[in-house]
C-alpha cells in the first residue's frame, strides 16, 4: 500500500476505489451447493455461474473495468481492416514497453501458439523458469519440450525468498550447455510465476538472464499475463526500485527481452492478447500467421471494443495505488490463514492465495488429486469457486502414467478490485472451518479424462461417501445458516 499507515497498527488493505455498479450473487445452501458440485462431476471449471457465491477460478477476464474503459468503449472504431482502435493501442503498447511492433492476438494462448509455430522446433528445448499450461500445451503441440529452471526455493510452499518466480542462473547455463545453444527454441520468463502461486521474478535476474541470452544469441520471451503483480513487488522487495516509476520499470524490461507476450483477459483487465517485438524477422514471420488464425492485423479476433478497454486498461496498469489492489487482497487472506496455521504458499504473491492442498490433505495420496478434492470440498462449504492447480492440472506422461504436480496447490484467485473486505473475511473463514475438519475430504477419481488439458472439461468422483460426511458436519456446526 503506498505510503499508509493505520493509527491502530493494524495492516489493512484498503480499496482505492470506489464502487458505482454491482452485480447481485447468491448463497445456496450447502445442500445444494453439493448438489451442484456432483452435477459438475467435481470440477469447478463445471460449475455454472448462478451456483456460485464468490467466483475465485481466476482473475482472467473478470476483472472490474473502470468507467474510463467503459468510456472508451464507446469510442471504438469498428472496421475491417485500419481501425482507429488499432491504431490507438498499437500507440499505448509501442509506448508502454519501448518496442517497435505490435501484433494483436485473440488471448494468450493465441499468442504461445503464434510464437511456438515460428520458433519452436522438433527435439528443440524451451528453457523456462516454470510453465503454464496453455504454453507447455503449444510447445510440446510442435514437438519442443520444456525445461524448468526455477530456484530451488520456487519449489518451497514457505519461503521468506521475496522472488521465488527467478530463474535459477547455473541451471541455465548448465541447460545451455548440456544442450547446445543450437538446439534451444527460446528461453522463457514468466512474471508472477503462475502455477508456483503467483510469485514474482526480480529485475535483477531478468538483467542476468537477458545477458546470458544475448551473449549465447538466444531469443528471451517474456509472458507478461501477470506483469502488474509483479511490477508492484519489484516496486517494494526490490530497493533499487523504490523510487522508480512503474512505467520506467516497464520500460526496462521491454528493453531487456526480445518478445513480450500477454492475456489482456488478465494485464489490462479487458479482454484479448499481443505480442510486441522489435525484431523485424521475427516479425514478419509472425505477422503472416495472425491473419490465417487470428483475423486482419488491425484486430486479430478482438473486438474493438475490447481493444479500447484494454489501451485504457493498460495506461490505468502504470498506476501504482491500481496495480496495489490485489497484492494487498492476496496477502491480508493469506495472513489470516497463517494465524491458524493453514498451510499457504509464502511470501503471498499476486494472483491468489494459494492453500497447500498437499499438507491441508495429508491423508490423500496424489493419485486422488487432493486439490481437486480441495477446490470440491471448498466449494461445498462456502459456494466459494477455486482452481485446482496440481496433478489433475497435468499432463499424463508419454506412457499414460501419472504425472504427479511439484506441488499440490487450491488457487483462490482475486479478479482485481473485485471482491470486498468482508468477503475476504467470509472466505477465511470458510477455510478455517475446513480445515478443521479436513480429515472428512477424501479424494476423487475420474470418469471421463480427456487427453489434452483434462482440467477443463474432466469428469470426476468422490472415492467414497466424504461429501455428505462433510454436509453433514456442517449442518451440526452451522446449524440451518447458509
Ligand atoms: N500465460 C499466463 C502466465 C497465464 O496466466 C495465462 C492464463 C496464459 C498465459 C494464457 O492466457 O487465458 O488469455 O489464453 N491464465 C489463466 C488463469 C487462464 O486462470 O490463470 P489466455
Avoid at 466459494?384 to 492447480?389: C, K, L, P, S
Wanted: proline fraction near 4%; hydrophobic fraction near 40%.
Amino acid at each position: 500500500m503506498p505510503n499508509l499507515k493505520f493509527f491502530s497498527g493494524e495492516n489493512i488493505p484498503l480499496e482505492m476505489h470506489k464502487v458505482r455498479m454491482v452485480q447481485k450473487i447468491n448463497l445456496q445452501p450447502v445442500e445444494k451447493r453439493l448438489e451442484s458440485m456432483r452435477a459438475a462431476g467435481f470440477n469447478t471449471f463445471l460449475l455454472k455461474n448462478q451456483d456460485i457465491f464468490l467466483d475465485m477460478l481466476t482473475d482472467s477476464g473478470v476483472n472490474a473495468m473502470s468507467e474510463k474503459q467503459y468510456a472508451a468503449m464507446l469510442e471504438a472504431d469498428d472496421s475491417y481492416a485500419g481501425s482507429e482502435t488499432y491504431y490507438r493501442l498499437e500507440n499505448v503498447l509501442t509506448d508502454i514497453f519501448g518496442m517497435k511492433h505490435f501484433l494483436p492476438a485473440h488471448q494468450g494462448r493465441a499468442c504461445e501458439h503464434i510464437i511456438s509455430q515460428i520458433l519452436v522446433k522438433p527435439q528443440t528445448f524451451a528453457l523456462m523458469n516454470y510453465h503454464f499450461t496453455t504454453t507447455k500445451a503449444h510447445i510440446t503441440r510442435m514437438g519442443g519440450a520444456i525445461e524448468e529452471l526455477i530456484s530451488d526455493e520456487g519449489f518451497k510452499i514457505q519461503s521468506t525468498n521475496l522472488f521465488k518466480g527467478n530463474m535459477d542462473i547455473d541451471k541455465l547455463n548448465a541447460a545451455i550447455k548440456q544442450h547446445g545453444k543450437e538446439k534451444i527454441c527460446f528461453v522463457r520468463i514468466e512474471a508472477g510465476t503462475n502455477l508456483i502461486g503467483g510469485q514474482p521474478v526480480s529485475m535483477k535476474n531478468l538483467r542476468e538472464v537477458s545477458k546470458i541470452c544475448r551473449a549465447e544469441g538466444i531469443k528471451l520471451v517474456y509472458d507478461a499475463s501477470l506483469l502488474t503483480d509483479n511490477l508492484y513487488f519489484i516496486k517494494i522487495r526490490e530497493p533499487e526500485y523504490k523510487n522508480t516509476e512503474v512505467k520506467e520499470i516497464v520500460r526496462e524490461i521491454g528493453s531487456l527481452v526480445d518478445i513480450i507476450y500477454f492475456s489482456a483477459r488478465k494485464l489490462g483487465a479487458a479482454r484479448g492478447g499481443g505480442i510486441l517485438t522489435s525484431d523485424n524477422e521475427i516479425f514478419h514471420k509472425m505477422r503472416e500467421l495472425i491473419p490465417l488464425f487470428e483475423g486482419f492485423l488491425t484486430y486479430g479476433g478482438m473486438s474493438v471494443r475490447e481493444m479500447e478497454a484494454m489501451a485504457v486498461g493498460l495506461q490505468e496498469s502504470m498506476d501504482f495505488d491500481v496495480i496495489s489492489q490485489t497484492p494487498i487482497f492476496v496477502e491480508a487472506l493469506c495472513n489470516e490463514l497463517l494465524a491458524k496455521n493453514i498451510p499457504v504458499v509464502t511470501p503471498p504473491g499476486g494472483l491468489g492465495c494459494h492453500v497447500d492442498a498437499k499438507q491441508f490433505c495429508s491423508h490423500l495420496p496424489q493419485a486422488q488429486y487432493p486439490s481437486g478434492a480441495l477446490a470440491s470440498a471448498m466449494f461445498i462449504a462456502g459456494g466459494i469457486r477455486g482452481m485446482e492447480r496440481g496433478t489433475l492440472s497435468e499432463q499424463r506422461n508419454a506412457d499414460g502414467t501419472e504425472r504427479f504436480a511439484d506441488m499440490e496447490l487450491l488457487r483462490l484467485a482475486f479478479p482485481k478490485r473485485v471482491f470486498t473486505l468482508s468477503q475476504v473475511k467470509y472466505i477465511a473463514d470458510r477455510i478455517i472451518w475446513l480445515y478443521q475438519n479436513r480429515s472428512l475430504i477424501g479424494g476423487l477419481k475420474f470418469v471421463e479424462e480427456p487427453k489434452v488439458l483434462r482440467f477443463f472439461f474432466g469428469r470426476l468422483e468422490p472415492i467414497g461417501n466424504w461429501p455428505e460426511q462433510l454436509v453433514k458436519k456442517f449442518r451440526e456446526d452451522f446449524g440451518d445458516s447458509l
